[in-house]
C-alpha cells in the first residue's frame, strides 16, 4: 500500500514540474492577451493578436504539454488537459491560412500587409494597412442589406472586434482556469 503512495505522489509531482516550466508562458501569453483586448482599434488588436498566435502554432502551441498530461493521467488530470486542449483548438483555428486572414506561411513575420480583411457584404478582401489608411473612406461607405452599416463598422467592429473578443476572451478564461487548477 505504502508503494502506491510514493508512486502517486511522484506521479504528481512530475506534472507540476511540466507545469512550472510553461505557467511563464502563460502569464506571459496572458498578459499580451489582456493587451490586446483593451486595444480600441479592433484591426490593429487583430494583427498583433496574429502575431502573438502564429509563433504559438509554428511551435505546436500546448501538444507537447497535453501530450506530457496525457500519458500522467489516470481521470486525475482531465479538467486541466480539457482546458488545454481548447487553448490549442484556439491556436489551431486562429493561425496561418493562406486563403483566411492570416495569410502568412510557417515562421514568417505577421505584419499589416499580409493580414487580410473584408471578403464580407460585399465588401473586397484587402491587407489590413489598406483599410487603416481609408478608415474616413470605409466609414462613409454603405453597405449590408438587413441592417446597413458603413463598410468600417462591419470590418472593424463586426470581423475584427468579434473575432477579437471572443477569441481572446476565450483563451483568457482557459489561462485562468490552468492557473486555477495549479494553484
Known amino acids: 500500500m505504502k508503494e502506491i503512495s510514493v508512486y502517486l505522489k511522484n506521479l504528481g509531482s512530475s506534472y507540476k514540474k511540466d507545469l512550472k516550466i510553461i505557467l511563464p508562458q502563460l502569464d506571459l501569453l496572458r498578459s499580451e492577451l489582456s493587451e490586446i483586448y483593451v486595444m480600441s482599434n479592433r484591426i490593429v488588436a487583430l494583427v498583433y493578436f496574429f502575431k502573438v498566435i502564429s509563433p504559438l502554432q509554428d ?41 483566411g486572414i492570416n495569410r502568412t506561411n510557417f515562421g514568417e513575420p505577421v505584419t499589416f500587409d499580409n493580414i487580410w480583411l473584408g471578403n464580407i457584404f460585399d465588401l473586397p478582401a484587402k491587407p489590413a494597412r489598406i483599410l487603416l489608411n481609408n478608415q474616413k473612406k470605409l466609414q462613409n461607405t454603405k453597405c ?26 476565450d483563451m483568457l478564461a482557459q489561462i485562468r482556469e490552468i492557473k486555477n487548477f495549479c494553484s
Open 59 to 99: 511551435a505546436d502551441g500546448f501538444k507537447e504539454i497535453i501530450s506530457k498530461l496525457e500519458k500522467r493521467n489516470y481521470g486525475q488530470l482531465d479538467l486541466l488537459i480539457g482546458y488545454f486542449k481548447e487553448l490549442q483548438r484556439q491556436v489551431n483555428h486562429s493561425g496561418r491560412n493562406l486563403s
Open 144 to 169: 449590408g442589406t438587413a441592417f446597413p452599416k458603413n463598410a468600417w463598422y462591419y470590418i472593424h467592429d463586426y470581423q475584427c472586434g468579434s473575432f477579437v473578443v471572443n477569441t481572446v476572451l
